[in-house]
Structures are given as structure tokens and as C-alpha cells.
């Protein structure tokens, strides 16, 4: 396999542009893409027929608008090329507008209010910011999604908003400070992707995993990771057949999949790919996620991306590394060598920092489901109160910049910013700190909360947003300052004195980190129905609004929508735990039961002598645990009957409180049961099979 050669091959790329569009749309299409330039009818035309020919020439029939709603996945709809020609002969058409604009069913997908189910008209358009590309036979079109009204129903239209306001404010700041060169300011992502392969034969024996995408029940088996032995263990063949077939796919559609690993739990691995611009980055991971589904079930696999799919093993995350670049290639966020790169580094650095403090909540938010809470906190991931790790170099240096003091690293450097002499700040000068929610790590912050099931989009706005909020006051200082270098000085820090709280470099799972994040006014929003009111805070609209991202009824509707999805997620768990103590695990006590007594009796009939203590004893424990087990599903059953009308936030609560609780107590009966069948008992597929059997 020549790599380079099937390398986007299934993409419409710059490469097929420039082969299948003349030299004049192909430009003027550049300079839609690059500087944001109405599109022409006469090019868009171009762009339709080039672009379906070249569809065409790589085994495409149909072409869809590939959309990215509410719900967590993509959506499509499929039409064929196929129109009928001159007598009764068949001709392949696409039009300019068939390319641009499309018309969906919008009240059939979340709205939170915005839609009536009367209302059904929505619209998909073309996002020419990125590629098209092949997938089974049909063309798919990255188009955003909106009602009929133009609100936004999808995950891709506010993050290219929030792109816009990035770069905006982010121009003004480099403007102010002498840069007149960049001509565009753009986050780049990288996001690594964790995930689950067990078999398949044994995925399809377990309801809860079909239906919920976790185990609801499961003893623990004698072994899990506590020999840390498949953390970067190598590979077994039938995984690396997968990765090698998935790295096929993901290589033709143009995604630069560079590094896989076993993760820390069994059966756990991670993909990573390489740093691409935010809104490809987010196109491509939902690509990913599709693409290894599919992928493992060539291969007899299933691929779970539940955040928590076994208690007890670690969850899986998606850890999202972000930077802000320009056109020319640098980073923003690189510490460099020079003193003005330094200077202009500690300012963006500093918006960060500011950006982190004040919109906690909302980056908590942007990772609040149901799946997450269960995976939040544990040994694996960060805990849900925001922090930011710097590293030891980098919090010397804002000490100093607090303290207008020497800094005392690399030799004695006067922190005075445009001035003197700033220290070159090494990359990796310093350990990582997994614990942490929001890291630097040397030209980039990874933001470790993100689920391994979500879109990285909601958190990419967020982040966006909120440092292209605080950019915009850096902008508006900077740009009415006599002496830049001391206004960014003083604007370097203050934002250091007054958000120093938010830097963070130790164990974020202590207990007395718990304790001092309380002491500075950190916010700890353990579980998403704590988080989702958050959204509703007028700071948050009105940042929202300042900026173009959301309408204050956009926002109410996100909110009802993230608090549905939790209901929703809960309630079906609930109703399949009901229905596998019913069904499979009562059932099989009681066969176990049954057996024991007639062991029993035969025994005794053999021989009074004969010694029944073991049957006897087990017969006591399991009719104690399965009425447990059952006086705990009938109350689960009864809660579910008084669940509060409605998806508010008074039903999540509800959930929170009572159902939860009430299933975890149901679980911990039915996995002691599990624990004391015989194999041939088992209702359903164990976890030691289920980890350690591929």
C-alpha cells in the first residue's frame, strides 16, 4: 500500500479542485474559503459540475448533505444522480443548487422549543470551508443546519461562528501590537479518540450494551487493569488487523490518523490524529467515530465510545488539544525564542488563563451528559471543577510577572514584558499532569473533560468564544494605549493578580484540592443536571449575543435539548435494567435455585448423612439477593411511574437523586448474583469474557 498515494484520495481536495474546476472557479472559490467572498452564481455552478463529475469518476451514484444535529451523530439524506433524459434515457445531474442549499424535516430532530412538530421546514447549507468527500458510493457535502427561521440546529453552525469572532478579535489584538502581516487568526485541533473493541458475538448477547452503549450489570472480574500490563502493551493481531484497516479508511478521506495505542483498561485503545484547523478537526472526528464502527464490524469487533462501558475500568475520554495559529504558520500559543514572541505568547497565554476563570461553568457545560458523569473524577480522568495546569517554569514566570520580581530560572531575567529580556521558555520542561481538566502542554492546552461519544464542536465554541471575549478587551486596551509594550505589560499583569486562582499544577483528585478550589471560589459541578442551569446565567447570554454565537433563544433551546438528552439517557437505562432483572437475571438464579434444591433432595435421598451445607447455604444466599434485587426493581419501576411530566429540569433532578441511586443498589445485588452462578447460568456474557477474550 503506497500511503501517499491513497492519501484523500475519496476528498475533494485542492488537488482534485484544481483537476476538475477551471483556474477561475477554483480561485474564486479559494477566496471564499480563505477570506469568506460571496460565491458566485456562474462558480458555484462550476463548482456542482466539477465536483459531480469528479464524484462520479470515483464510483459515486447519490449525494447527500452531510449535517451534524443535536443528537451526537451525523445525518444524511441520499439522492442519486439519476435523472431522466431524452427518451426515456437516464442522465447525471447536479445542480448549483442542489449543491448549496438542501431541505430537511427539522422538527424531527431536536429543537428545544425553537421548532413545532407542524413546523417542519429546515435547511442545510454548504460549508465551502470544507472538503466534500465519498462515503459508500455517495458524495457527502459538509453543510450546516438551520430552521426555517435561520436558528441554528446543529453543532457545526455556532463553531463556525465562533471561528468568526476568534478571528476577528484576535486580528485587533495582533493589529494593536505592530502585526499588520497575519491576515487570519484559526484554532487548530487535535483530538485523541479512546474507545472500547470487544467481540461481536458477545456485544449482541447484552441488551444494556446494545440499547445504552454500557454495561448496566456486571460482576467484577478477577482481574482488570491493576497490573497496568495493557497500557501500551503490544498490539494482539486481531486488533492490529482493525488498526491497520482503520487507518486504510481514515487515510482516504484525507484524515491524518498518526498515532494507536493500547489505553490503560483492557480492551481499551486510543487514536490520535494530526493538528488540523477546528472545523475539519471536528468534520473528521465524526468521520472517525463512524468509520471505526463500521470498520470493526469487518472484523467481528464492536466498538463501544460509551464514556463508561465497564465500572471499575477506566472510561474513555477524547482529549482535545487546542492552539490558536495564523495564517503564516505560527502558533500563538509557542513560547519561542525572541522577546516580542514571548511577550505576544504571555498575552494570549494570559487570555487563556482569564477566558478558563471567568467561563467555567461553560466549559463544564460543553462536556455535561449523562454518559460523562460517570466517567468525571474517576482515576482516569480529570474531576469536574475547572482548573488549568501551567507547569512549574511557566507558573515561576507568572509569579514573577505578579511580583514585578526576578524570574530565577534559566539565570536572572527582569520580567518587564517589551522591555528587557524575557526568557526563551523550553517546551517540556516540566511532567505532565493528567489530573488536569485544562492543561498547557509546551504550545497548546489539552482539555481532558470532553467524552469519548460527543462532538468535539460544543467544546471548541466554547473555548473559542469565551478567548475571543477576552481578546476583545485585551483589543480594545491595546488599541487605545500610548506605549503598547506597557500597556501589555499591564495588561499581562493584571490578568495574572486577578485570575491566578484558576493555575493549578497539583493532584486534582485530592480531597484537599477539593477543599482549597472551594476556598477560591471555583465552582464543582459534580453531575451535568448541576452544570445545564449554568448555560441560563445572563453573563453567559449576553457573551453569547455579544459575539454572534447565540441568540438568548438559541441558548434556552440548547438547554433543553442537553436536559432531554440526560433524561432521556437515564429513563432507558432504567426501563433495560428492569427488563434484564426480569428477563435474564432472575431467571437464572431461579434455575440455579432449582437445581440446588433438587441437589439437595437427591443427596438426602441417597443418604441422610450426605452433607448439604453447600446448597443449603447458597439457596440462602441467593434467595436473599434475588429479594433484594427484586424489592430494588420494584422500586426502580415505581419511580419510573412518578417520573415528572415532561424533559425539565425537575425530571433530571428526579433522575439525579432517585433513579440513579435506586439502579446502582439494583446493580450491586445483581452482580453479587452474577458472582455466584455457575457459567452455565450466566444470563448474559461476563465481564472477563468480555475484556480479555479477544
Request: aromatic fraction near 8%; glycine fraction near 6%; hydrophobic fraction near 40%.
Amino acid at each position: 500500500m503506497e500511503i501517499p498515494e491513497i492519501f484523500g484520495e475519496l476528498v475533494f481536495n485542492d488537488a482534485a479542485m484544481q483537476k476538475y474546476l477551471g483556474e477561475k472557479a477554483y480561485l474564486d472559490l479559494k477566496k471564499t474559503t480563505e477570506s469568506g467572498e460571496a460565491l458566485s452564481k456562474e462558480t458555484a455552478a462550476a463548482v456542482a459540475s466539477g465536483m459531480k463529475n469528479w464524484a462520479l469518476d470515483n464510483g459515486a451514484t447519490h449525494f447527500t448533505h452531510w449535517f451534524q444535529p443535536m443528537t451526537g451523530i451525523t445525518a444524511e439524506k441520499h439522492d442519486a444522480f439519476l435523472s431522466p433524459g431524452e427518451n426515456g434515457a437516464a442522465i447525471m445531474e447536479f445542480s448549483h443548487k442542489e449543491l448549496i442549499k438542501g431541505e430537511s424535516d427539522a422538527s424531527s430532530f431536536p429543537s428545544g422549543g425553537l421548532r413545532a412538530t407542524f413546523e417542519a421546514r429546515g435547511y442545510t447549507a454548504w460549508d465551502p470551508t470544507s472538503y466534500a468527500f465519498i462515503k459508500d458510493h455517495t458524495l457527502c457535502i459538509p453543510t450546516a443546519f438551520c430552521s426555517y427561521m435561520g436558528e441554528a440546529l446543529d453543532e457545526k453552525t455556532p463553531l463556525l461562528r465562533s471561528l468568526r469572532a476568534l478571528n476577528f478579535q484576535g486580528l485587533r489584538v495582533l493589529r494593536a501590537i505592530g502585526d499588520n502581516e497575519t491576515k487570519k487568526v484559526l484554532p487548530t485541533v487535535g483530538a485523541e479518540q479512546e474507545y472500547f473493541l470487544i467481540a461481536r458475538e458477545l456485544y449482541e448477547q447484552r441488551e444494556d450494551l446494545i440499547i445504552c452503549g454500557r454495561t448496566l450489570f456486571g460482576a467484577k472480574p478477577p482481574k482488570g487493569q491493576e497490573l497496568d500490563d495493557h497500557y501500551y502493551g503490544a498490539i494482539k493481531p486481531k486488533i492490529s488487523s482493525f488498526m491497520k484497516d482503520l487507518d486504510r479508511e481514515l487515510w482516504r478521506l484525507g484524515i491524518f490518523a498518526k498515532t494507536e495505542h493500547n489505553e490503560a483498561a483492557p480492551a481499551q485503545h486510543e487514536l490520535a490524529p494530526v493538528f488540523t484547523g477546528a472545523n475539519t478537526a471536528t468534520d473528521q472526528n465524526q468521520l472517525t467515530m463512524e468509520i471505526m464502527k463500521k470498520v470493526a464490524l469487518r472484523h467481528g469487533l464492536v466498538c463501544l465510545l460509551h464514556e463508561k462501558p465497564f465500572q471499575g475500568v477506566n472510561g474513555s475520554g477524547k482529549h482535545n488539544n487546542w492552539s490558536i495559529c495564523t495564517d503564516r504558520g505560527e502558533n500563538l500559543l509557542n513560547p519561542g525564542k525572541s522577546p516580542e514572541n514571548n511577550a505576544r505568547f504571555l498575552l494570549f497565554f494570559s487570555a487563556v488563563l482569564k477566558a478558563v476563570d471567568l467561563y467555567q461553568d461553560l466549559l463544564r457545560i460543553s462536556v455535561a451528559t449523562a454518559g460523562n458523569d460517570f466517567r468525571l473524577g474517576g482515576d482516569e480522568a480529570p474531576p469536574a471543577i475547572i482548573s488549568v495546569f501551567v507547569g512549574d517554569e511557566l507558573d515561576a514566570i507568572l509569579t514573577a510577572i505578579e511580583n514585578d520580581a526576578d524570574y530565577h530560572g534559566k539565570g536572572k531575567t527582569k520580567m518587564q514584558i517589551g522591555v528587557d529580556e524575557l526568557p526563551a521558555i523550553s517546551k517540556d520542561t516540566t511532567d505532565r499532569n493528567r489530573t488536569s481538566p485544562f492543561a498547557f502542554t509546551g504550545n497548546k492546552f489539552e482539555f481532558r473533560m470532553p467524552g469519548s461519544s460527543s462532538s468535539i464542536a460544543a467544546p471548541n465554541t466554547i473555548i473559542n468564544t469565551i478567548v475571543a471575549d477576552v481578546l476583545s478587551d485585551f483589543a480594545d486596551r491595546l488599541e487605545k494605549a500610548e506605549n503598547i509594550s506597557e500597556e501589555m505589560h499591564t495588561i499581562i499583569k493584571e490578568t495574572v493578580v486577578s485570575h491566578r486562582r484558576i493555575v493549578f499544577n497539583g493532584n486534582n483528585y485530592s480531597r484537599a484540592w477539593e477543599k482549597e478550589a472551594e476556598k477560591r471560589g471555583l465552582l464543582n459541578l459534580p453531575s451535568a443536571v448541576d452544570a445545564l442551569p449554568y448555560y441560563l446565567k445572563k453573563k453567559n447570554i449576553e457573551l453569547f449575543e455579544r459575539h454572534g454565537i447565540f441568540t438568548a433563544l438559541e441558548v434556552h433551546s440548547r438547554y433543553e435539548i442537553a436536559l432531554e438528552a440526560y433524561s432521556k439517557d437515564v429513563n432507558i437505562e432504567a426501563l433495560t435494567a428492569v427488563d434484564m432483572i426480569h428477563q435474564r437475571i432472575l431467571p437464572a438464579a431461579n434455575l440455579y435455585m432449582k437445581d440446588l434444591s433438587e441437589t439437595a433432595v437427591n443427596k438426602k435421598a441417597v443418604s441422610k448423612t450426605m452433607p448439604t451445607g453447600f446448597e443449603e447455604t447458597m439457596l440462602r444466599r441467593l434467595s436473599s439477593l434475588t429479594a433484594t434485587l427484586l424489592k430494588e426493581t420494584d422500586s426502580l419501576k415505581a419511580l419510573l411511574s412518578s417520573l415528572p411530566e415532561g424533559n425539565s429540569l425537575p425530571t433530571a433532578r428526579y433522575l439525579r437523586d432517585h433513579v440513579i441511586p435506586t439502579l446502582n443498589r439494583a446493580r450491586t445485588a445483581a452482580d453479587e448474583i452474577e458472582s455466584l452462578l455457575g457459567r452455565q447460568y450466566a444470563p448474559f456474557p461476563s465481564y472477563a469474557e468480555m475484556l480479555f477474550k479477544i
